[in-house]
Structure formats: C-alpha cells, structure tokens
C-alpha cells in the first residue's frame, strides 16, 4: 500500500487543519492509523480507524479535539484536529496494518508508512 499525507501547515492555537492520508496500491489492510513525531521525542500514536467498520481509537492527548474518519469510495483517510494546541506540534504519518490493532498498538504493528506532512502550532 503506498500512502500519501497532506494538509499540514502552521497555524495559531485554537485554529483548526485536516489532514488527509490517500492510500493506492495493495488493499486489505486492517486499520489506518495516525502517529505524530515531535522534535527529539518519540513517535506517538494520535488516531486509528478500522477500514472496514469504522471503530475509532484516540490517545487521551487529542480525545475530544480531533476525529479520524474515512472515506472508502475515496480511499482516503482524515484526521480533523481542532483546538490546536502548541504541543501539537509534530510530523504527522500516517500508516496502514493489516494486523488487529488497538489504541495501544505500537507502531512496529503497522506496515506501510507515509511520508509525513509537518504541523505547527504558534501562540
């Protein structure tokens, strides 16, 4: 599956961006899921939904701010992130598994991987 992310950009705290995450190739994969990177910190899982039922997974960082969704007939996913805060300020990827994964699912359970789009978030 080849995946591209888009839609980053800056913005001030308390503005809003979607990003999207366009899948082509190899289908049957399981889940899409969202990470972010910040600066010298680790990848983060943010966001995950179930292709086929749409079960949704969130970290307590962005629970209630930002909601995925997906769209089959686009085969494209989307991260709707609101209220922005300044901590939110990372490289978002996002990610494709074919395993059964969970919010608590690490990133060695995903298989393929996008190129990332960077956001940033300024007081």
């Known amino acids: 599956v080849q995946l591209q992310a888009s839609g980053g950009g800056s913005v001030q705290a308390g503005e809003s961006l979607r990003l999207s995450c366009a899948t082509s190739?190899?289908?049957?994969?399981?889940?899409i899921g969202w990470f972010r990177q910040a600066i010298g910190k680790e990848r983060d899982f943010v966001a995950l939904?179930?292709?086929?039922?749409?079960?949704?997974y969130y970290s307590e960082d962005v629970k209630g701010r930002f909601t995925i969704s997906r769209s089959a007939a686009k085969d494209t996913a989307y991260l709707q992130m609101n209220s922005l805060k300044l901590e939110d300020t990372a490289i978002y990827y996002c990610?494709?598994?074919?395993?059964?994964?969970?919010?608590?699912?690490?990133?060695?359970?995903?298989?393929?991987w996008g190129q990332g789009t960077q956001v940033t978030v300024s007081s």
């Open positions: 939904i179930t292709w086929r039922n749409g079960n949704t």
């Open positions: 990610a494709t598994s074919t395993r059964r994964v969970f919010g608590s699912s690490g990133s060695d359970e995903y298989d393929s």
């Open positions: 190739g190899r289908y049957g994969f399981y889940a």
